[in-house]
């Protein structure tokens, strides 16, 4: 131990590592990946949530096209 704290830090919320505020671009996160991670979670469960059935079908059509 020792040594200067330097700014706040946080906890990512995607994997529980600590985590600078500050000169954090991913913020909360600890990387892009975290954050790619929850906001892809956070986006699915919206779409699943709130997108009309018309938007559904639109959605899966493409995916299909796409062969993903
Ligand atoms: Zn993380």
């Given at each position: 131990?020792?040594?200067?704290?330097?700014?706040?830090?946080?906890?990512?919320?995607?994997?529980?590592?600590f985590?600078?505020?500050?000169?954090?671009?991913?913020?909360?996160?600890?990387?892009?990946?975290?954050?790619?991670?929850?906001?892809?979670?956070?986006?699915?469960?919206?779409?699943?949530?709130?997108?009309?059935?018309?938007?559904?079908?639109?959605?899966?059509?493409?995916?299909?096209?796409?062969?993903?």
């Amino acid at each position: 131990m020792g040594g200067v704290m330097q700014g706040k830090k946080v906890r990512c919320p995607q994997c529980g590592r600590f985590t600078p505020w500050e000169d954090n671009p991913y913020r909360p996160f600890c990387s892009e990946r975290c954050k790619l991670i929850d906001l892809g979670h956070w986006l699915s469960e919206e779409y699943r949530l709130s997108v009309p059935a018309e938007g559904v079908e639109e959605i899966h059509k493409t995916g299909e096209e796409k062969g993903e």
